[in-house]
């Protein structure tokens, strides 16, 4: 199922689903479960799918990446945080900070993950049990400030306002072929910048979940940034970082098409 979060012709905000992202119709529940109904409904506006309590960013999760980026995978996930306020929605604009703020502000297309209901000390072999679904997540990053501006740190470095765009659905994983892989793919302008899929990655879905249970309740709505594949900005010669009136177009496999534009 395709759950969406949208805006109706009324102004409010419901839950609906649609497989044809054309009809929708309203869901009952929450993210501990959805019924679906045939009530249709109008989408004026699709939102972004979850306001999370949270959004964990991992780091280094594809080998391809890593070797472009001259780092080292650990033993253990590189995790970051980005706040709510970076959240944004398919079709919504990634705002870039003032020139003399920040210069380098790169794009990062990844597998996010939805936690439907709360999760703490999760066994690795039970954490699918816990995800509602997945969704389309582009993880934002000031790559000056990442490294050397703001005295390199992360968090600040992927949290200015806008910097998380999500969507447009969460995709419950009867309707994926997650053991296969996803394959993942970023348009920069209509330019194939990143390829690859999600059977890539170096810690599964499952360990990730079950590694941040440990030390955090993951509360329902909870969003899981699982990494970004090789051919971010960065990593091109030279490096190409976002500029006014770009367009980033992310797609993977059974989840849609999440795109944005920069202002």
């Not at 805006?7 to 054309?22: I, M, P």
Request: a negative charge.
């Amino acid at each position: 199922m395709k759950i969406y979060r949208i805006k109706t012709s009324s102004g409010d905000v419901r839950w609906a689903y649609s497989e044809n992202f054309k009809d929708f119709y309203l869901l009952n529940g929450s993210l501990n479960g959805f019924t679906e109904t045939t009530e249709a409904v109008t989408a004026k506006k699709i939102l972004p799918p979850v306001i999370p309590p949270a959004v964990y960013i991992i780091g280094y999760n594809y080998a391809k990446n890593v070797e472009q980026a001259r780092a080292t995978a650990g033993s253990h996930p590189v995790v970051v945080m980005k706040a709510a306020s970076t959240i944004i929605a398919t079709g919504d604009s990634i705002d870039l900070p003032d020139p003399a703020t920040s210069k380098q502000i790169d794009y990062e297309g990844e597998l996010a993950i939805v936690i439907g209901k709360r999760a703490k000390d999760v066994p690795v072999d039970s954490a699918s049990e816990y995800i509602l679904g997945y969704t389309i997540a582009n993880d934002v990053t000031a790559r000056d400030w990442q490294q050397g501006g703001a005295g390199n740190q992360w968090v600040r470095a992927k949290n200015f306002d806008t910097f998380c765009p999500l969507g447009p659905a969460i995709v419950t994983a009867d309707s994926l072929n997650l053991d296969k892989g996803l394959m993942i793919r970023t348009w920069l302008n209509k330019e194939l910048r990143q390829v690859d899929t999600t059977a890539s990655m170096i810690f599964t879905i499952e360990e990730l979940v079950a590694h941040l249970s440990v030390s955090n309740t993951l509360l329902p709505g909870t969003v899981i940034l699982t990494g970004t594949p090789a051919g971010t900005g960065k990593q091109q010669d030279p490096p190409t970082y976002l500029k006014t009136g770009d367009s980033i177009t992310i797609e993977i496999d059974g989840l849609g098409v999440l795109e944005n534009t920069v202002l």
